[in-house]
């Protein structure tokens, strides 16, 4: 009996999942970013 792995998602388009995936890190990088800056620019008015 032959072991077949199928695609963990087969409907989501190899690309698709990529850009989806790369979209997201730039999201939690982007706020990341943002609360970085934010708390730095609190400290530096306060």
Do not use: C, D, E, Y
Not at 25 to 42: E, K, R, V, Y
Request: hydrophobic share 45%; glycine share 6%; aromatic share 4%.
């Amino acid at each position: 009996m032959p072991r077949l792995s199928p695609p963990i998602q087969p409907h989501l388009h190899p690309s698709l999942s990529t850009m989806l995936t790369t979209s997201n890190n730039w999201l939690i990088g982007g706020l990341f970013i943002a609360t970085a800056s934010l708390s730095l620019l609190a400290k530096i008015v306060g």
